[in-house]
């Protein structure tokens, strides 16, 4: 089990990825889609050294994209057949986006 305090606004969406059961995305009412692999685990490490309470830096080591630009999101699924892309809708669109080629998802 795990607990993310991240979003700023409620969810709407949460999508659990076709092919590996550590991804996730999450879209919320901040205007956000969240990329995540659950699998990732905080160093000890990193966790005594942090002592900014700067945001930034205190980004959960699990969250690997952030996608924004759109308003008012309504749903994100990860695509069935093409690993690592994500479609979205929202009040001004849709967006198909892949954050990365090398990313695991």
Request: include cysteine; proline fraction near 6%; charged fraction near 20%.
């Amino acid at each position: 089990m795990a607990h993310f305090d991240y979003h700023q606004g409620a969810i709407t969406s949460v999508s659990w990825h076709p092919n590996d059961e550590t991804g996730l995305a999450i879209a919320s009412v901040d205007n956000t889609i969240s990329l995540w692999d659950c699998a990732v685990e905080a160093d000890e490490d990193d966790d005594n050294n942090m002592k900014n309470d700067d945001e930034d830096d205190n980004m959960p080591p699990q969250l690997l994209f952030l996608h924004q630009g759109q308003r008012e999101i309504m749903e994100c699924q990860w695509h069935p057949q093409v690993p690592g892309m994500v479609i979205s809708t929202a009040y001004d669109g849709f967006n198909v986006f892949k954050p990365c080629k090398t990313c695991n998802f």
